[in-house]
C-alpha cells in the first residue's frame, strides 16, 4: 500500500526567502506525482504534475523535482511571498492499477512579510 | 470553464440522519472523483466514475455511503444514517480521460460536513 510523507508538517519563513517541501512516498511504481495548494475552508488548485519520465517540472516561481528511485520529490518555492501561504499537498497516482491519487498530509506555509 | 462546483459548502445535521452532497464537474470532463479530508490530512480516496459507470470503490466508503452519476454528468454522494466520525470535507473532482492518465484532477471547493 502506498504511503505518502511530506516534511515539515508545518513551516514558517520571511517573505523573501527560497524554500523547499519535501513529499516522500514508499513505492515507486507512480504513474506521476502532483503537488497541489489548498488555502484554508478551500479546495486544492493543482500547481505541478511530474509525469514518471520526467525529472522536473516548472512553473513560475515554483519547482517540482521527482526521484522515483528514492521515492522522493521536493518543491522549490523561489522568493516567497505572503500570498504562498497555504497547505501544500503532494499525491501520487500508482502505475499499476486505479486513478485514486495518494496525499501526503500536507506541508502548512506561512510566509511572513 | 466553471470549474468543479459543489453544493452545499457546509452541512450541519444531526447524528442518525441522512444527507446528500451535489458535485458538478468541468463540463467536458468524464472523470468524477470523491474524496474525504479530516481537518490536518490530507484527502482519502473514495470512489470514482467514468462516464456514469462507478469503477473504484475505497474500502472507506462503507454500506452506508452511495454515490451516484446517473447521466454522467452531476454525481450525488449520500450519507445515511450519519455518525460522528462522517464530519470532514467530502471534495469532488474532476479530470479528462481518453487514455492519458496523465491528466491533471481538479477539485471543487469542498462540502463540510458537520454531525452534532
Known amino acids: 500500500k502506498q504511503e505518502v510523507t511530506q516534511i515539515p508538517a508545518a513551516l514558517s519563513v520571511p517573505e523573501g526567502e527560497n524554500l523547499v517541501l519535501n513529499c516522500s512516498f514508499t513505492d515507486s511504481a507512480i504513474y506521476n506525482l502532483q503537488w497541489f495548494r489548498q488555502d484554508p475552508g478551500k479546495g486544492l488548485t493543482s500547481l505541478l504534475l511530474?509525469?514518471?519520465?520526467?525529472r522536473e517540472q516548472t512553473s513560475g516561481r515554483l519547482n517540482a523535482s521527482l526521484d522515483k528511485s528514492s521515492g522522493r520529490s521536493t518543491l522549490y518555492i523561489a522568493a516567497s511571498q505572503p500570498g504562498d501561504s497555504a497547505t501544500y499537498l503532494c499525491a501520487a497516482l500508482p502505475s499499476n492499477a486505479g486513478n485514486m491519487l495518494t496525499f501526503g498530509g500536507g506541508t502548512r506555509l506561512m510566509v511572513k512579510p | 470553464d466553471t470549474g468543479v462546483s459543489q453544493d452545499p459548502r457546509h452541512k450541519i445535521t444531526k447524528r442518525g440522519q441522512n444527507v446528500t452532497f451535489r458535485c458538478d464537474p468541468i463540463s467536458e470532463h468524464n472523470r468524477l472523483y470523491w474524496y474525504r479530508q479530516t481537518l490536518g490530512q490530507g484527502p482519502e480516496f473514495l470512489t470514482y466514475?467514468?462516464?456514469?459507470?462507478?469503477?473504484?470503490k475505497s474500502r472507506l466508503l462503507s454500506d452506508r455511503f452511495s454515490a451516484e452519476r446517473p447521466k454522467g454528468s452531476f454525481s450525488t454522494l449520500e450519507i445515511q444514517r450519519t455518525e460522528q466520525g462522517d464530519s470532514a470535507m467530502y471534495l469532488c473532482a474532476s479530470s479528462l480521460a481518453g487514455g492519458y492518465r496523465n491528466q491533471p484532477q481538479h477539485f471543487g471547493d469542498g462540502t463540510r460536513l458537520s454531525i452534532l
Open positions: 466514475f467514468q462516464n456514469e459507470a462507478q469503477l473504484e
Open positions: 511530474i509525469q514518471s519520465s520526467q
